[in-house]
């Protein structure tokens, strides 16, 4: 059975900083891209980024390039979220999920749990 | 604004079928995937690919796409069926995008 578990977040002020992880069991981490999406208070789902199997190649939502960094150790089948510069607007739920790709057609399963980052002064 | 576009709020009655779409030129090129949000909980996935819904997503939920728009039909919609729905879909350059979802209430 795969379980994602995430960890980090919390209330951090404007301009700060902060890290989520999401550690991942039950199937070959460095088999798989992964990828973040967040949830604003109240709002729909947004892509944030995402991360090849083995590191080499990221994407990102326009919003957040340049202040966002996603990254993962194979070796402890974690995933992570850097966020920096953070804004009133990054307020959200963060979840990680494994990104699987059927025939070129993409999607998502395995969800994390979310976990809340708060900015505010 | 959401580069793939789905109506807020659709209701249906118990037992009855319901749609619901998602529209974007980036559908012409790619299937969309479709997500369930119930309050408080992560999204599952229900349906990804031209129709394939992953084990235990229930076979009253089914999808299809003409054109730009793809659309996810549930035939005899239950009360636990009543969640938000989100679709999504991935272009060329490699980025994602989700419609803005669409709460789906069972009458």
């Known amino acids: 059975e795969v379980q994602v578990v995430q960890s980090g977040g919390g209330f951090v002020q404007p301009g700060g900083s902060l890290r989520v992880s999401c550690a991942v069991s039950?199937?070959?981490?460095?088999?798989?891209?992964m990828t973040w999406v967040r949830q604003a208070p109240g709002k729909g789902l947004e892509w944030v980024a995402d991360?090849?199997?083995?590191?080499?190649?990221?994407h990102y939502v326009d919003s957040v390039k340049g202040r966002f960094t996603v990254s993962r150790d194979n070796t402890k089948n974690s995933l992570y979220l850097q966020i920096s510069s953070l804004r009133a607007e990054d307020t959200a739920v963060y979840y990680c999920a494994r990104e699987l790709d059927w025939a070129g057609n993409y999607y998502f399963d395995s969800w994390g749990q979310g976990t809340l980052v708060t900015v505010s002064s | 604004s959401s580069e793939l576009t789905q109506d807020p709020a659709v209701s249906v009655a118990l037992g009855q079928t319901v749609r619901i779409t998602c529209q974007g030129d980036r559908l012409r090129t790619s299937y969309a995937s479709w997500y369930q949000q119930k309050p408080q909980q992560a999204p599952i996935l229900v349906l990804y690919?031209?129709?394939t819904r992953p084990s235990g997503i229930p076979d009253r939920f089914s999808g299809s796409t003409s054109g730009n728009t793809a659309s996810l039909t549930i035939s005899g919609a239950q009360a636990e069926d009543e969640a938000d729905y989100y679709c999504n879909s991935r272009d060329s350059s490699g980025d994602f995008a989700f419609g803005g979802g669409t709460k789906l209430t069972v009458l």
């Open positions: 991360i090849k199997h083995d590191g080499s190649e990221t």
């Open positions: 039950g199937l070959r981490f460095s088999n798989y891209w």
């Open positions: 690919g031209k129709n």
